[in-house]
Structures are given as structure tokens and as C-alpha cells.
């Protein structure tokens, strides 16, 4: 007990040490961190995005002709049903289709009553893989009865080759920020190692261990990285909660139902930004100190 009070304060002394280079240390993380934590949350969003959009996109829509009767609708959905690659089949009559388009334009509703239903009879078509789309599409294109066959393949599949580009861009650069912070903070415990290097010499000389000397330095890097993590953690959540308010103006609403809310962003960033501050601080505290503890 009476070591980890020691090498805590020790620690803490470090750190009052070189007070202006403990500063920028912090803030270097803090900085480092505040933009790793608007990328994920960047990527998390168009991750959340993706979902959705699959979700929305992932159906076809079988359009019937108008003449079709209910006995060949029948046998339309049994033999839809049968098709390999269909999981499941929504027969949805042109009336249900009208109901949904009047709750989807809400209070601009009324502009339908009294019109003759252009709409047509169909079948939803819920594919098991959204890659096998294409190929149902054009395999119900040949059933009698069918007008016209709809999917959105395509925007799916842009969907998902940018937030493959902006998954990777975001891991690039987390991996030069993490380094740049492992960088300070490495020059931190160094300038204060520099100072200290005779007492280090004279404790390796008289028998302590190397772990008894690197715990005070590997506590104030992990001290370091943790005020930076906390700081950007800080900002981050009421910037975001800002941010996110603003969605319920009417001009950005279309947004409000694709991006997370606070909570759902913050919930992984604690994790992580505290993780990689003290991983920063505790990896620069342990890469300085190798070269002063070969005596």
C-alpha cells in the first residue's frame, strides 16, 4: 500500500514539475482525441445510416397490371413464395398504398381526398440477402401479371461503398493522431526524465527495481491521457447535444430520424477516448524511460 501511495504521488509531482509541458501534453490529447471523436462519431452515424437505408431499400416492389384478377393475385404471391431467395411476401392493395402516402405527407394529407387512386395493386418482396436482388428482380419480371418490378440496389450500394471509404479514412487518421499524441506525451515524460536522471541512476545503483521506477512515470502519463480523454469528452457531448437539437428545426427534420442522439454516440466514445488516453500516456510514459533505465 505504502508503494502505490508512493509512486501516486510521485506522479502527481511529475506532473507539478513541468507544469507548462504537462499542459500542452493534456491538451494535445485533447485535441487529438476531440477529432478522433467527431470521426467515429461521423462513422457511427453513416454506420446507423447504412442500416436504415438497407432496411428501407432491401424490399422489391412488384407492381400488378390493372386487370389482374384475385385469383391470379393468389397464385402470383404462391408462386412469388417459392422463388429461392424471397423470404417473405406483403401483398398491398393499391388502397393500402394510398393510406400509407396520406401518413406519410401527415398535415398535407388532404390534398389526396377526392382524387381517383392512381396508385397500383403490388407485392413487397423481402430478399434473404441484399446482394441476390438483382437476380429476383429479374426473375419476377417474367411472371404474367407483372407491370413493373422497382428495387434501389444501386443506392444501397453506394450507401455502403462510402461508408467503406469513410470507415477506412477515419482508421487512418485515428492511427496518425494516436501517434502524434504518443508523441508528446513521450517528450513530456522525457524532459522530466532528463531532469531526474541522476536520482535514477543512483535508485538503479542501489537496488531498485525497473518497475518500482517506471511506476510514477507510467501514472503521470496515464494521469495525462486521462484530463485530455475527459476534456474531449467534455466538449464533444455538449457540442453534439447541440448539434443534435438543432435537428428538430424544420429545415434539417429529414436528418433527425438517421442520426443518434447523444446518449447512442457517448455510450462507445467513453470507451474509447479514455481507453486510448491512458493507452497513449501509459505507452509514451514506458517508450522514454527505456533508454534511462539501461545503467
Request: charge should be negative.
Amino acid at each position: 500500500m505504502n508503494s502505490i501511495i508512493y509512486n501516486i504521488k510521485e506522479g502527481f509531482k511529475g506532473i507539478l514539475r513541468n507544469p507548462t509541458m504537462s499542459i500542452v501534453s493534456i491538451w494535445s490529447v485533447a485535441a487529438a482525441l476531440f477529432v478522433l471523436s467527431i470521426i467515429f462519431s461521423v462513422v457511427i452515424n453513416i454506420n446507423n445510416f447504412t442500416t436504415l437505408v438497407e432496411g428501407q431499400f432491401d424490399n422489391v416492389q412488384v407492381y400488378l397490371k390493372e386487370d389482374i384478377t384475385s385469383q391470379r393475385i393468389f397464385d402470383l404471391e404462391k408462386k412469388l413464395n417459392q422463388v429461392n431467395g424471397i423470404e417473405n411476401v406483403e401483398f398491398e392493395s393499391k388502397q393500402d398504398a394510398l393510406n400509407k402516402m396520406k401518413e406519410r405527407w401527415g398535415k398535407d394529407a388532404y390534398l389526396l381526398e377526392g382524387i381517383d387512386n392512381p396508385l397500383d395493386n403490388s407485392f413487397i418482396i423481402e430478399v434473404s440477402n441484399i446482394e441476390n436482388t438483382e437476380n429476383i428482380a429479374n426473375q419476377v419480371k417474367k411472371f404474367d401479371g407483372i407491370q413493373e418490378v422497382k428495387y434501389y440496389d444501386d443506392v444501397v450500394e453506394k450507401v455502403i461503398q462510402i461508408s467503406n471509404i469513410v470507415k477506412i479514412s477515419g482508421l487512418f487518421i485515428i492511427t496518425i493522431l494516436a501517434l502524434v499524441s504518443l508523441f508528446i506525451i513521450s517528450n513530456t515524460i522525457k524532459l522530466a526524465l532528463h531532469g531526474r536522471r541522476r536520482e535514477i541512476n543512483i535508485m538503479k545503483y542501489v537496488g531498485a527495481t525497473d518497475w518500482f521506477i517506471r511506476w510514477p512515470f507510467i501514472i503521470e502519463g496515464t494521469i495525462l491521457g486521462l484530463i485530455g480523454a475527459l476534456i474531449s469528452l467534455t466538449i464533444i457531448y455538449f457540442g453534439y447535444d447541440y448539434f443534435y437539437s438543432k435537428l428538430d428545426l424544420p429545415a434539417y427534420s429529414i436528418f433527425s430520424g438517421y442520426i443518434l442522439p447523444v446518449t447512442g454516440v457517448m455510450n462507445s466514445l467513453i470507451n474509447i477516448s479514455i481507453v486510448m488516453g491512458v493507452g497513449v500516456g501509459i505507452m509514451g510514459s514506458i517508450i522514454s524511460l527505456r533508454r534511462y533505465l539501461n545503467v
